[in-house]
């Protein structure tokens, strides 16, 4: 019996990884059938009854009502078809599915963004080597994707890494940042170049506070990282700048005329009920140059869903910081949401897409896996009780 227990829990330890992986292929692809393929996943895995229920939970039924509630206005006038009920129903499925995929482990959810972490690096790799010599190398590897693409999504994936990675060990990465600046910067796109170096410089300063708010422990990687970043800048710090702007977006600078059209053309779209509900493109560039992609995922979430999902997405990392958790623990997390939002300016890469269910399980991993910030000497030790909880998972 108990090794029947062993087995099954083995099993299902490995569904979040598949879920997590086919919602991904599901959502790269940018394949309309494979969109709603991944949709109906993440909703059946987060919609499934748990162990031998044979109906849902209440927790399960408030999750799946929050997003209905929210984006009830947008239904009710439906600018855009049947695209803001999909797109409301992806958002139950995300929703769910990444507060069952929270309850694994750190140490086993670190395993598996790894998996995904590294495929995408290898299929970027593969990509660089193959289409060697192209302007865009990486906008070749999926039909119809912009060379922005790849390195978009590692964006995500490189932040999965580093909120898990600091779940483990009390301190971020700097490798993977590094390797996702190289690919960002082979994909020539100037957000996630951006982005990239961003997200290092975060770890790196985050880093440095951790270290003098624990007394100095662990100063020495922190110390060997700042050394070997100054030699490298003090030595060929302008000859890879000026390298990394010829051969990029970055030579035409960071302001994008494109996007401001897009901004404003929409706002004129704007009146009073539609700023409750969303608009519509009709008669913007929105419509007639881009194909109803605006290109910034915070109009597309106001157009499908209405202000009151996006109001609730723009104020989520503030909850990380209101949350009465750890401080170090809640810096971590509102920076790095606050970075996934700094990219999903200039690309839909989430809200509302599939890729959503990583956001949400930050928030969820957040709240599951953090320590609550002692008001006394004699609080219970929040490290002994994270421990409790790994095990119980």
Not at 80 to 104: D, E, P
Not at 305 to 332: D, E
Request: one cysteine or more; charged letters at 10%.
């Amino acid at each position: 019996m108990t090794e029947a227990y062993s087995q099954r829990s083995s099993h299902q330890n490995w569904v979040p990884l598949f879920v997590m992986l086919m919602a991904s292929v599901c959502f790269i692809s940018q394949n309309q059938p494979m969109i709603i393929l991944g949709t109906a996943l993440v909703l059946l895995f987060g919609l499934m009854p748990r162990g031998r229920r044979s109906l849902l939970r209440y927790d399960q039924l408030a999750l799946a009502s929050l997003p209905a509630v929210l984006c009830l206005p947008a239904i009710c006038v439906n600018n855009h078809g049947l695209s803001s009920l999909f797109y409301m129903a992806s958002t139950i499925g995300v929703l769910t599915a990444a507060a069952r995929v929270s309850r694994c482990a750190p140490a086993q959810l670190m395993l598996h963004f790894k998996i995904l972490y590294w495929t995408l690096i290898a299929v970027a790799v593969v990509a660089i080597i193959v289409f060697w010599g192209e302007r865009e190398p990486l906008g070749q590897v999926i039909p119809g994707s912009s060379t922005n693409g790849i390195p978009a999504y590692l964006i995500i994936f490189q932040i999965n890494i580093s909120l898990a990675h600091y779940l483990l060990h009390k301190k971020l990465p700097l490798l993977t940042p590094i390797l996702t600046l190289i690919v960002c910067i082979f994909g020539i796109g100037r957000a996630s170049i951006l982005v990239a170096c961003l997200i290092f410089l975060t770890s790196f300063l985050l880093n440095i506070y951790l270290v003098l708010r624990n007394r100095g422990v662990g100063w020495k990687p922190v110390i060997w990282a700042a050394v070997l970043l100054l030699i490298t800048l003090s030595i060929w710090g302008p000859d890879i700048f000026d390298l990394v702007k010829r051969f990029t977006k970055l030579s035409v600078g960071l302001a994008d005329t494109s996007r401001f059209m897009v901004v404003k053309e929409y706002l004129l779209k704007i009146d009073p009920i539609s700023l409750i509900t969303g608009a519509d493109y009709t008669g913007t560039i929105i419509e007639d140059r881009y194909g109803g992609n605006p290109h910034i995922a915070f109009i597309r979430a106001h157009a499908l869903l209405g202000l009151p999902y996006l109001m609730v997405i723009l104020a989520t990392p503030f909850i990380f910081l209101l949350s009465g958790r750890h401080f170090a623990s809640s810096l971590v997390f509102f920076a790095f949401s606050c970075l996934a939002m700094l990219r999903c300016t200039v690309e839909p890469l989430m809200f509302p897409t599939l890729f959503d269910l990583f956001y949400f399980l930050w928030i969820w991993l957040f709240f599951r896996w953090t320590p609550r910030m002692l008001r006394s000497r004699g609080h219970p030790d929040s490290e002994l009780i994270l421990r409790r909880r790994e095990i119980m998972a």
